[in-house]
């Protein structure tokens, strides 16, 4: 479902424009800083080339430590009005359950994620639907061109522009290519031919074989219906690519075979969307006037889930801690800036999510002795878990509890 944008105080044409902090893109990452800095009661002008965020594939689920920082930022009842919320996921492996994970999980579009978030955006702020294409940056001043004529100054620029380094090309940040495409995701949605509900809320399958570069294929709730995504460590050349993208029922019923007694009959309905991924990070950032944040600093392996988490610690560390303070004393120059990028929160968050993506490919697809090994004793352990803790309810979390103290 897409949800219709709000333009919040429109701004005319051939308007100058001065305010505060100036984010350059309105995905998740800039509309939720923009949220954020505006209700502090910062000026705030938010800049997306696009009104509507295209129905492109990206993250369709929130989890985890996701959910804990949207709720301490105080987004999580808008997120409950647009998202399918369940909290238990089956995790099977060769037709048999591994475990079963619980915690509250949202599952929705990117599209609409994006959409509630520039909701959030206050009268402080203004919303333009327009290109920047044209940046430079100071101590003091920073200055915007737009692709319409308009120009933007402002104390602070976030880039928030996602993957696309074009604009930050002009202040000489580079992007480092850290694993050419490191991963493959697919994202479709599946229905019954009678429509029926399927036999359970969320389902997670792993794959069966090393050779076939499968991590997991995740079924979740959205409001149109079972949302798929699939992600793969495999050579995006790969014939089996053509074959998911085609045949997609068939081909995951020949990758998964365990999978088609938890499903039955199904029918892929709509688009199968697909991306490859190439983890990379910024290099050259440290500049000042300028801070970049989300996948326009550092992308991530989509099968670690780890892009907005990212995201949102870079969200909630630069506008609830840095920039109001940044704001209170004259310039901006590198010595304000570079106290965001070495926070001690940002620096893990990144960090993790790097170790995650070769982790994750790692357990997946590497075919030596110690991986496989490894790959056994890690579905082994988390079944026993599973087992234990169903004969003794809470045995474990006590366990590790008292192995903490
Ligand atoms: C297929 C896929 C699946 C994923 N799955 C997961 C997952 O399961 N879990 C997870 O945590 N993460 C996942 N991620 C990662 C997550 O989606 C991203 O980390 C997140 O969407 C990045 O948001 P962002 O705001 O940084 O960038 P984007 O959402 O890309 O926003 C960038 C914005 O900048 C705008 N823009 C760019 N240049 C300009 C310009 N010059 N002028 C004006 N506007 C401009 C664009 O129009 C766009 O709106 C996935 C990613 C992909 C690709």
């Given amino acids: 479902m897409m949800v219709s944008e709000k333009v919040i105080r429109p701004i005319a044409e051939d308007e100058s424009i001065t305010t505060d902090v100036a984010i350059v893109g309105g995905g998740l990452a800039g509309s939720l800083a923009a949220a954020v800095l505006a209700r502090a009661g910062h000026q705030v002008v938010l800049i997306d080339k696009r009104a509507v965020y295209p129905e492109e594939f990206r993250v369709e689920k929130i989890a985890g430590r996701q959910v804990d920082i949207l709720c301490r930022l105080g987004f999580i009842r808008e997120l409950e009005t647009v998202a399918c919320a369940y909290d238990r996921v089956i995790n099977i492996r060769e037709g048999r359950v591994v475990d079963v994970s619980a915690g509250q999980t949202y599952g929705?579009?990117?599209?609409?994620?994006?959409?509630?978030?520039?909701?959030?955006?206050?009268?402080?702020?203004?919303?333009?639907?327009?290109?920047?294409?044209?940046?430079?940056?100071?101590?003091?001043?920073?200055?915007?061109?737009?692709?319409?004529?308009?120009?933007?100054?402002?104390?602070?620029?976030?880039?928030?522009?996602?993957?696309?380094?074009?604009?930050?090309?002009?202040?000489?940040?580079?992007?480092?290519?850290?694993?050419?495409?490191?991963?493959v995701s697919f994202?479709?949605?599946?229905?019954?031919?009678?429509?029926?509900?399927?036999?359970?809320?969320?389902?997670?399958?792993?794959?069966?074989?090393?050779?076939?570069?499968?991590?997991?294929?995740?079924?979740?709730?959205?409001?149109?219906?079972?949302r798929a995504n699939l992600f793969m460590f495999r050579d995006p050349t790969d014939p089996i690519m053509r074959e998911l993208r085609r045949e997609t029922k068939s081909t995951l019923l020949r990758l998964m075979p365990g999978l088609q007694s938890y499903l039955?009959?199904?029918?892929?309905?709509?688009?199968?969307?697909?991306?490859?991924?190439?983890?990379?990070?910024?290099?050259?950032?440290?500049?000042?006037?300028?801070?970049?944040?989300?996948?326009?600093?550092?992308?991530?392996?989509?099968?670690?889930?780890?892009?907005?988490?990212?995201?949102?610690?870079?969200?909630?560390?630069?506008?609830?801690?840095?920039?109001p303070r940044w704001l209170e004393t004259d310039g901006m120059g590198k010595e304000k800036i570079s106290q965001f990028y070495s926070d001690p929160g940002k620096i893990a968050a990144d960090q993790h999510s790097l170790r995650m993506a070769h982790f994750r490919r790692a357990l997946t697809s590497s075919s030596d002795i110690r991986w496989n090994v490894r790959r056994r004793m890690h579905f082994l352990r988390r079944n026993i878990t599973h087992r234990v803790d169903r004969i003794r309810p809470g045995w474990i979390a006590r366990v590790r509890s008292v192995l903490r103290a």
Wanted: aromatic share 6%; with cysteine.
């Fill in 187 to 226: 994202g479709f949605t599946i229905a019954r031919p009678d429509n029926s509900p399927f036999g359970f809320e969320a389902l997670t399958c792993y794959g069966e074989r090393a050779a076939d570069g499968v991590d997991y294929l995740s079924l979740f709730p959205v409001r149109a219906g079972m």
């Fill in 108 to 183: 929705l579009p990117y599209a609409d994620l994006v959409a509630m978030a520039r909701r959030l955006m206050s009268m402080h702020s203004g919303f333009i639907v327009d290109q920047v294409t044209a940046v430079s940056c100071s101590d003091d001043v920073q200055h915007l061109r737009l692709a319409s004529g308009k120009r933007v100054t402002a104390r602070l620029v976030v880039l928030a522009t996602g993957m696309a380094g074009a604009l930050g090309h002009s202040l000489g940040i580079t992007r480092r290519i850290l694993a050419e495409r490191h991963s």
């Fill in 264 to 323: 039955g009959d199904f029918n892929v309905i709509g688009p199968v969307q697909n991306w490859v991924m190439d983890l990379s990070a910024a290099e050259g950032h440290l500049q000042p006037g300028v801070v970049l944040i989300g996948d326009a600093f550092q992308t991530n392996c989509p099968a670690a889930g780890t892009g907005v988490s990212r995201l949102l610690v870079d969200v909630e560390r630069l506008c609830t801690e840095y920039v």
